[in-house]
């Protein structure tokens, strides 16, 4: 998950989207099989391993399958059963019913989320289609904690 951010900070452009679109996937599919049982990545864990500002602020953890964290990175995923814009569409009305609004949406399967009050103030939220469900990676900022490079 954290590869996919890196390579986004360093390539440029249209390079950029190629490298994010590969790591993102690659990722998700690393995610899957840890979620699936196929593999232990170190990157799984329970709704109390998720920071508190995340549960609080863009939307609670409980229930959700084959929760997976980073964070340091501010990356949250999990599987969910249904297909990418269905994933897509239940984590959207969650982040509004919190306040957020969406400030772009790429093929449906990816989107950028803000809001302008809170201690979280911008997400993304990425919908990989695996063969059996969905992977929902969501990365997120904490206002005055951001990495500048």
Known sequence: MAAGIALLAGAGGAQAQAAWR????????????????????????????????????????????????????HLVGFEHA???????????????????SMTAVREGSCATFSKGCGTCRWAFVQCVQMPQGTSVVVQWSEYGKEELS
Do not use: H, N, Y
């Open 82 to 100: 249904g297909s990418a814009p269905d994933a897509l569409r239940e984590v959207q009305d969650a982040l509004e019913r919190g306040g957020w």
């Open 22 to 73: 590969t790591a993102s996937e690659s990722a998700s599919l690393a995610g899957f099989d840890a979620v699936m049982g196929r593999v232990d990545d170190g990157f799984s864990c329970s709704p109390s391993d998720i920071p508190e500002t995340f549960r609080d602020e863009l939307f609670p953890v409980a229930g959700k399958r084959g929760l997976r964290c980073d964070v340091g990175s």
